[in-house]
């Protein structure tokens, strides 16, 4: 029993390792900077809130 939870913890790990390491939010330099930077609450949101109108600004081009 405790070899398949190591296993089990082992590929979660992995899995997860695999999945953000190859998602990247945006290609804008400036909002990765800010996203780097963000050290205060207000800071993350303002980094959200510059991905949600990215993400509204492509959702537009998509229905296009």
Known sequence: MKTKNIVAALSMMGFLASV????????DPVILAAAKQAVTAGDHIAVAKSLEEEAKQMQVKVEE
Do not use: D, K, W
């Open 20 to 27: 953000s390491l190859s998602v990247r939010a945006t290609e």
